[in-house]
């Protein structure tokens, strides 16, 4: 069993910095790419940013320049940092990381999911 748990978030200022955090725990050979989705009321999950095993990152546009993801990857552990936060970034935030689990399934990875985090904006 693989279990994703996020922490952080709640309530955020317009303009001000909110830090969320995943870690990933359980039976786990090794951790793939990990990331963050969210999903506001009403529209589909969209992805906000990942990040490679090497490091390498991707950011949805509308969140380039404000928002910054990292990890630890002797915790298993992913994190993102959210400054400037706009009205429009309030969402349920969903960690996701893919995983080679114990034992191995015959596609070699698996994709897990947080139960996610309310992040809210007040302007």
């Known amino acids: 069993q693989v279990q994703l748990v996020e922490s952080g978030g709640g309530l955020g200022q317009a303009g001000g910095s909110l830090r969320l955090s995943c870690a990933a725990s359980?039976?786990?050979?090794?951790?793939?790419?990990m990331g963050w989705y969210r999903q506001a009321p009403g529209k589909q999950r969209e992805l906000v940013a990942d990040?490679?095993?090497?490091?390498?990152?991707n950011y949805a546009d509308s969140v380039k320049g404000r928002f910054t993801i990292s990890r630890d990857s002797t915790k298993n552990t992913v994190y993102l940092h959210m400054d400037h936060l706009k009205p429009e970034d309030a969402a349920v935030y969903y960690c996701?990381?893919?995983?080679?689990?114990?034992?191995?399934?015959?596609?070699?990875?698996?994709?897990?999911w947080g139960r996610g985090t309310q992040v809210l904006v007040s302007s």
């Open positions: 990040i490679s095993t090497v490091g390498t990152t």
């Open positions: 359980g039976s786990i050979l090794s951790v793939n790419t």
């Open positions: 996701y990381a893919r995983v080679r689990p114990l034992p191995v399934p015959v596609q070699g990875w698996d994709d897990y």
